[in-house]
């Protein structure tokens, strides 16, 4: 079942609980949280604050995506924010696995992230931990950007590897998607679609899910 996180990034921060409300009647199944630091990617945004606020209003998974630098700093206060989801950048981190147990330990499910050009083979050891596989179809920093066409087979190499080693793992995918390529990455075997722009300009955010669903 394909399942779509709309970026609550992409949102009129003015308006944030409309938002939210918003996404739960579109049938949104996680809310995606893109937390940056200006470091490790060039901009900001938000931090813990927004993840607790969120969690007031919403039963929806919060799925959070740590852009950070030493987001093993961080994990446990934003489990305690309320994050559902907490996934983090194989490149932001020195010690993958134990930010991976830090994770575990705090009882969230968790996810790595990886840029377009980081390969696969860095996550060979750590992958049967995983809930969640992200791979960033464009370089992350800012919203409506173009999707990176070498993403599908990256999707596809992933797939097959999950599937060789018998793993229960979601793929999810961020960065220029939307109804006009929706199919072409599910084929390619991801699973969890994220999706800022595509959601919050349409004229019908429901009607624009049920598309990235494939159920129209």
Known sequence: MIKVAPSIL??????????????????????????????????????????????KHTKLPLDVHLMIVEPE???????????????????ATTHLDRTIQLIKKAGKKCGVSLNPHTPLNVLDYELDQLDMVLLM?????????????YSVRKAQQLKQIIDSR????????????????????????????????AVFTAENPKDMISRLKLEK
Do not use: W
């Open 166 to 197: 018998g793993l229960s793992i979601d793929i999810e995918m961020d960065g220029g998607l939307g109804a006009h390529n929706a199919k072409l990455v599910t084929d390619a075997g991801v699973n969890v679609i994220v999706a800022g722009n």
């Open 73 to 91: 700093r961080f994990v446990t206060e934003f489990a305690e924010a309320g994050a559902d989801i907490i996934t983090v950048h194989a490149e």
């Open 137 to 149: 179809s464009v370089n992350p920093g800012f919203g409506g950007q173009s999707f990176i066409p």
């Open 10 to 55: 992409s949102a009129d921060f003015t308006k944030i609980y409309d938002a939210v409300k918003m996404l739960e009647k579109a049938g949104a199944d996680y809310i995606h949280c893109d937390v940056m630091d200006g470091k490790f990617v060039p901009n900001i945004t938000f931090g813990q604050n927004m993840v607790r606020d969120l969690r």
